[in-house]
């Protein structure tokens, strides 16, 4: 079994690395972390329209420094997960440059993954191993070249011996975009962040729900999401005809029957869906229109001059730290639009309304209660620059303590 790994994955990687030196650096930049050199390994891709958090980092360490991104777990298998990086699929194995951050997405026939089958387990590691023992040259050589290397939860920690052992002075950053149980990664992604967390030089979270699934404290830093302050600052025109509209952006638990319920119940307001990932549901009224997925400024527009926006998640027992996660919710409160969501993502947000997720009468509430609320912010965002900031060196921002 073992040479039959090594084989298929030796097939992936047709690129050589670069021939960037290691010893470049940036001189006269005052910001924090400046002149240093960045590797940033993630499941997702930096090339991707649909952004989450690990993006918006990623753009603001290459405001500092050389900055690559490495993205991960992506193989012929993707094609049957409807993996969001099939659009670039015919750029995979190759290093391109966007907007001055240096990518590769490294495909390969198969990609280790949760079998879900306790009696698979032994192969399911075997796999896991194959895939950290024959990593790519590109990879290998981006973690000699890096002065810190951002690992985001899910595979990339499996990479985190690696890298010590090909730099062994690199600085380490973890980013727990979430909790690795609610995304059930394999046993062996588990042990290993286990075992690499201690060592790792900072663990952010942004959330305090996520300190549970965090096997160390001293290195723990809390930083919430961040937003661009710009957004604040545009001018674009409305897309909207209709007096009332409400605007849900977004697949993640994505439920339909939310609009089921709203649109027959509130006729004179328009609600929009887009990048949901669903066709139009024939439940819904004529009130309702389903788009695409956006260019994030585009979804911006959308967001900005709605008068609700929309997060429905399909069930109660979502995750709590979404309530400091949720990009969408976020944006909602950041530009003072009032908000519908389950009760269990409210948190101590002002700006939103909840109800119960298959309960009607509790829906119209919600949306009731959200339609005459102020338009204002509940409270200040960080810049992605303050948040990027406080992740080099937390040190330095008192607000950073998990626990005071």
Request: aromatic fraction near 10%; glycine fraction near 6%; hydrophobic fraction near 35%.
């Amino acid at each position: 079994m073992e040479p039959a790994i090594r084989q298929v994955l030796r097939q992936s990687d047709g690129e050589p690395p670069s021939d960037r030196t290691a010893g470049t650096r940036t001189t006269g930049d005052s910001r924090i972390g400046a002149g240093l050199r960045y590797l940033v390994l993630s499941a997702h891709d930096y090339r991707s329209p649909r952004k989450a958090n690990i993006h918006f980092i990623a753009r603001e360490l290459a405001k500092r420094g050389p900055t690559r991104f490495f993205s991960l777990r992506y193989s012929l298998l993707s094609r049957q997960t409807g993996d969001p990086r099939l659009s670039l699929d015919h750029q995979a194995n190759r290093i391109e440059t966007r907007d001055g951050v240096e990518c590769y997405l490294w495909k390969t026939p198969v990609h280790p993954f949760n079998t879900r089958r306790p009696a698979l387990r032994a192969l399911e590691d075997l796999m896991y191993w194959g895939y950290v023992a024959l990593a790519s040259r590109v990879l290998r050589t981006w973690l000699a070249e890096a002065d810190v290397v951002v690992f985001e939860s899910g595979v990339a920690p499996v990479f985190f011996d690696l890298a010590r052992q090909i730099n062994p002075r690199v600085k380490t950053v973890y980013i727990a975009s979430d909790d690795l149980d609610t995304i059930n990664v394999a046993e062996y992604v588990k042990a290993a962040f286990n075992r690499a967390a201690p060592d790792m030089t900072t663990i952010r979270i942004p959330s305090r729900a996520l300190l549970p699934g965090i096997p160390s404290r001293d290195n723990v830093v809390l930083v919430p999401h961040g937003i661009d302050h710009k957004l604040a600052e545009t001018s674009a025109a409305s897309p909207y005809r209709d007096a009332l509209n409400a605007v849900s952006v977004g697949s993640m638990l994505f439920d339909p029957g939310f609009f089921a319920e709203a649109s027959h119940r509130f006729p004179n307001v328009h609600f929009h869906i887009i990048g949901c990932g669903q066709p139009h549901h024939p439940s819904y009224g004529p009130n309702v229109t389903v788009y695409d997925e956006m260019p994030h400024e585009e979804t911006v527009r959308y967001i900005r001059h709605a008068d609700i926006g929309i997060a429905p998640y399909r069930s109660e027992s979502v995750p709590g730290y979404l309530a400091d996660t949720s990009m969408k919710l976020i944006q909602y409160d950041f530009l003072g639009v009032p908000a519908v969501c389950p009760h269990s993502v409210t948190g101590d947000y002002g700006s939103r309304f909840g109800y119960t997720p298959g309960d009607g009468v509790s829906v119209e509430q919600a949306i009731t209660r959200a339609l005459n609320a102020p338009r204002e912010a509940s409270r200040r965002h960080l810049s992605w620059s303050e948040v990027t900031d406080r992740i080099l060196e937390p040190s330095a921002f008192p607000d950073t303590e998990v626990i005071k």
